[in-house]
């Protein structure tokens, strides 16, 4: 196990790479865009993310499970419906949802590298460990689930 899994709570992870992207952006201002309806795009960003999110830790809470990512051992039941029909990690597709919104918003291009590094470091430390987890718990249900859901969408 290396030392950064499980470590790094994903909500801090966002903010982080958040600050990373405003940082580029403010260091790199020529790469600035404009888009027709920029804001706009940036606004429903937000607000799918956050629909994601809400629903989902509802449905978390509703099923007497964890929300906690960095204790997935702790998890009673395994999840697979509302958006877990469509991504094992609706939660996280949410933050990166709030990333794309934050990125539209900056108007930035070496902002938007922020996106597959969230993506990467989620994948590498926070969700690779916890599929083990859920493999070893939950066994073939969990199997058949990842094999017809995909990790992120």
């Known amino acids: ?7 790094i709570p994903p909500p801090l992870v966002t903010l982080c790479t958040g600050l990373l992207m405003w940082l580029l ?3 790199l201002p020529l790469a ?3 888009l027709p309806l920029q804001t706009l795009l940036s606004v429903l960003a937000l607000i799918a993310g956050t629909g994601l999110i809400a629903v989902s830790v509802a449905l978390f809470i509703r099923a007497r499970t964890t929300i906690e990512p960095t204790r997935p051992g702790r998890a009673a039941v395994l999840v697979v419906s509302g958006f877990n ?3 094992r990690n609706p939660m ?3 933050m990166l949802l709030w990333l794309l919104a934050w990125a539209l918003w900056l108007g930035n291009l070496p902002a938007l590298a922020g996106l597959p590094l969230f993506v990467l470091y989620m994948n590498r430390f926070q969700i ?3 599929e083990r987890f ?3 718990k939950f066994g073939q249900q969990y199997e058949d689930y990842r094999a017809r859901v995909r990790r992120w969408l």
């Open 134 to 136: 859920l493999a070893e």
């Open 92 to 94: 996280y597709l949410g």
């Open 1 to 7: 196990m290396s030392a950064l899994e499980l470590k």
């Open 128 to 130: 690779s460990l916890e």
């Open 32 to 34: 600035s865009f404009r």
């Open 25 to 27: 952006a403010k260091l």
């Open 85 to 87: 029909r469509i991504s």
